[in-house]
């Protein structure tokens, strides 16, 4: 979203936390995680099989999903997790900070609006856009227990329900 702006200056940031990343920028590494481009990644936490990702958004603003028009005035923050695709035999969440901003038009009927983050999220999903793919994909050849045992062996955090709903859908 070029209109929104890119923070690039805290990328080399040491961040805090048990296991560093380095600080650094995903984009060089958008490669091979093209879902995390437009994200900085600020600490990596592993408890045994779990990996959680703390990301924020390189946007410095957002864009109103009512009227487009683009916002800096943040009203709100709030952590949401997306359940990622196994890295390395461990299971992944994306843990990102969303900001909720004040739409600045007055004749918009959206008072605030959540950031989504281009490539990774979209209203409502818990998924990144890959395991919503894997999730698809195994609903769809195997609903039921089978394709829940096959999720969760795949380090996929996915119920015998929401596979039934997703292949209804
Ligand atoms: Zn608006």
Not at 108 to 124: I, K, N, R
Request: net charge positive.
């Amino acid at each position: 979203m070029p209109a929104a702006g890119v923070d690039r200056s805290p990328c080399n940031r040491p961040p805090p936390g048990p296991l560093r990343s380095g600080g650094r920028c995903l984009s060089d590494l958008g490669v091979l995680f093209p879902h995390l481009a437009n994200v900085v990644l600020e600490r990596v936490e592993r408890a045994g099989d779990r990996v959680r990702l703390l990301v924020r958004s390189r946007a410095v603003r957002g864009a109103c999903p009512g009227c487009a028009t683009v916002s800096g005035r943040v009203h709100d923050r709030y952590r949401r997790r997306l359940v990622d695709t196994a890295l390395v035999g461990a299971r992944v969440v994306v843990d990102l900070l969303v900001r909720r901003f004040r739409c600045s038009s007055a004749d918009c009927e959206a008072v605030t609006f959540a950031e989504q983050v281009d490539g990774l999220t979209s209203p409502h999903a818990r998924y990144t856009p890959l395991a919503g793919q894997a999730v698809e994909a195994i609903g769809l050849a195997l609903a039921g227990r089978a394709g829940a045992r096959l999720d969760a062996r795949l380090g996929l955090d996915v119920g015998r329900d929401t596979l039934l709903r997703g292949v209804r859908a």
